[in-house]
């Protein structure tokens, strides 16, 4: 088993930043693919950003081009998301997600790819 647990979520401005953390324990190893989604109250999750296991790879929804950056620390098993430029539609409660995966640069963006999920946390952003 894999736990993820998320942090950094919060109250901010419109056009303020934040960033959000994943931090993965237990049977982990360096083989995973990450990412992150986000649920807005009466909506469907939706995938936010991807990362590969090798972090050569990534994936964005075109919502957050340009103002989000996933990464992540192989040697720390955690992934981040700096959010940038906020805006009210950004809020959501945001979740990291993970799966076992080989192929270095490999994503996943549909949520029935990923076998582990946080709990998420929360990002209102007020305009």
């Known amino acids: 088993q894999v736990q993820l647990v998320e942090s950094g979520g919060g109250l901010v401005q419109a056009g303020g930043s934040l960033r959000l953390s994943c931090a993965a324990s237990?049977?982990?190893?360096?083989?995973?693919?990450m990412a992150w989604f986000r649920q807005a109250p009466g909506k469907e999750r939706e995938l936010v950003a991807a990362?590969?296991?090798?972090?050569?790879?990534?994936n964005y929804a075109e919502s957050v081009k340009g103002r989000f950056t996933i990464s992540r620390d192989i040697a720390k098993n955690t992934v981040s998301l700096q959010m940038n430029t906020l805006k009210p539609e950004d809020t959501a409660v945001y979740y990291c997600a993970a799966r076992q995966e080989f192929s270095s640069g490999r994503t996943y963006s549909q949520t029935q790819s990923y076998v582990y999920w946080g709990q998420g946390t929360q990002v209102t952003v007020s305009s």
């Open positions: 237990g049977r982990t190893s360096s083989y995973y693919a």
């Open positions: 990362i590969s296991w090798s972090g050569g790879s990534t």
